[in-house]
């Protein structure tokens, strides 16, 4: 059924800016938007965008999985329950539906084994600091030792999560963090990150989209402007 913000929004704006854009794959778009769906609880368009992923082969059940842990990490454990939950649901309705939807990752990396020191000077590009504490040895064990260690998804997928993660948080710091460990390692460049500002702000609101879209503006200014002067 063709609603007014079917025709307006979802063929027009988003569709043209989000859809049929380039400068973003078709599985980094579905990881950020579902990403951003499990933040704001965006159930019904949730559910949708997780069974386009499985039905089109963009993403497997254990990647789909792996999705869901990673974000109990970068945005609580309950909003990924939630977005489990949504995955077992959608599979279990196109098993019954019959359809041909894939469970494992074919060619995915596998786990590694490093320490968290390692871990954390390749996503961030710079030495853990030495802090000690609780929080600070719970982030390094969860965070560090074990979700960027795991295989399933890629550095690059998980970047797009975290991202997305961070800027729902609005928390200035660590989104800088991400973007600049982006762009410093090649796994996202600066086109690419424009575009996943400009999809997280079609799913999360202009304004709430505007810091995320500001801190990518200023860390690639920043690094061409250290090109420049090479």
Avoid at 179 to 186: E, K, M, N, Q, Y
Avoid at 204 to 213: D, K
Wanted: charged fraction near 25%; hydrophobic fraction near 45%; glycine fraction near 10%.
């Amino acid at each position: 059924m063709s609603t007014p913000l079917n025709a307006v929004c979802l063929q027009g704006f988003i569709a043209r800016n989000v859809q049929e854009h380039g400068g973003l794959g078709r599985r980094e778009r579905v990881l950020l938007a579902i990403a951003a769906d499990t933040g704001v609880g965006a159930g019904s368009v949730l559910e949708a965008d997780v069974r386009g992923a499985l039905a089109a082969g963009v993403l497997s059940l254990a990647e789909l999985r792996e999705v869901a842990l990673h974000l109990s990490a970068y945005q609580g454990y309950p909003r990924a329950v939630r977005l489990d939950e949504c995955i077992t649901r959608v599979w279990e309705a196109l098993v019954r539906e019959h359809a041909d939807v894939v469970e494992e990752a074919p060619g995915a990396p596998a786990a590694a084994d490093r320490s968290p020191a390692e871990v954390y000077a390749e996503v961030v590009r710079r030495p853990l600091p030495e802090r000690d504490g609780r929080f600070h040895r719970a982030v390094n064990e969860f965070v560090w030792g074990e979700l960027w260690n795991r295989g399933v998804l890629t550095f690059r997928d998980r970047r797009v999560l975290s991202l997305v993660s961070t800027a729902l948080a609005g928390h200035e710091m660590p989104l800088r963090i991400h973007v600049t460990g982006a762009l410093d390692s090649g796994d996202l460049g600066p086109e690419e990150l424009e575009e996943v500002a400009v999809q997280f702000a079609t799913s999360v609101g202009m304004p709430s989209g505007q810091l995320l879209a500001r801190v990518v503006e200023e860390e690639s200014a920043g690094i061409r402007k250290q090109t420049d002067a090479m």
